[in-house]
Antibody, heavy 120, light 108 residues
Framework: QVQLQESGPGLVKPSQTLSLTCTVS??????????WSWIRQPAGKGLEWIGR???????SYNPSLKSRVTISLDTSKNQFSLRLSSVTAADTAVYSC????????????WGQGTLVTVSS | EIVLTQSPGTLSLSPGERATLSCRAS???????LAWYQQRPGQAPRLLIY???SRASGIPDRFSGSGSGTDFTLTISSLEPEDFAVYYC?????????FGQGTRLEIK
């Protein structure tokens, strides 16, 4: 059973870079069947897709965040990572990682999510 | 960008009743790229339906999805206490994946 777990700092200062890692267990991140996504949810609000990466390393990002986002893959550690630069308070949210299947839409499973607060 | 509008914003029903949740897209969406999620407080979303009408693994058959084009529906045939939660629809139209704003299903 595949499980995902987010990790990283819970507090980031404005203008700095938010960095999170998602560790995948119970399955290989290098499988071409899947892609790996980041999603965020501000407190009390809805879900926003940030971007995704395929095992090949190919990425696609939400156009609204594209200039600030980088998603990368480390197959040796079975992890993928998110970097979001120049953060502001508006980037405060629960950040979650999730797995998707090529050719379909449906994220399953998800990590439990991690709260990142942007504050000085 | 395709905008998904969910209605109603809040739905108040009793256990045992039937729930019908709507998701309307601003432009036509491929049925292959329409999904539904359930989110309980403090938990990550759980995939219920993919491909507009296929139940995800382990999802009870009281959950069903239907629709095509711009109008999609999630139906819960007979509400159980654990079904009271927030429900989101999701779509993909290159290059963007978007979610609806959610429908809160609450106990009447």
């Amino acid at each position: 059973q595949v499980q995902l777990q987010e990790s990283g700092p819970g507090l980031v200062k404005p203008s700095q870079t938010l960095s999170l890692t998602c560790t995948v267990s119970g399955g290989s991140i290098g499988s071409g069947t899947y892609y790996w996504s980041w999603i965020r949810q501000p407190a009390g609000k809805g879900l926003e897709w940030i971007g995704r990466i395929y095992a090949s390393g190919s990425t696609s990002y939400n156009p609204s965040l594209k200039s600030r986002v980088t998603i990368s893959l480390d197959t040796s550690k079975n992890q993928f990572s998110l970097r979001l630069s120049s953060v502001t308070a508006a980037d405060t949210a629960v950040y979650s990682c999730a797995r998707g299947v090529r050719g379909l839409l449906g994220f399953d499973p998800w990590g439990q999510g991690t709260l990142v607060t942007v504050s000085s | 960008e395709i905008v998904l509008t969910q209605s109603p914003g809040t739905l108040s029903l009793s256990p045992g009743e039937r729930a019908t949740l709507s998701c309307r897209a601003s432009h036509s969406v491929s049925s292959s790229y329409l999904a539904w999620y359930q989110q309980r407080p403090g938990q990550a979303p759980r995939l219920l339906i993919y491909g507009a009408s296929s139940r995800a693994s382990g999802i009870p058959d009281r959950f069903s999805g239907s629709g095509s084009g711009t109008d999609f529906t999630l139906t819960i045939s007979s509400l159980e206490p654990e079904d009271f939660a927030v429900y989101y629809c999701q779509q993909y139209s290159s290059p963007l994946i978007t979610f609806g704003q959610g429908t809160r299903l609450e106990i009447k």
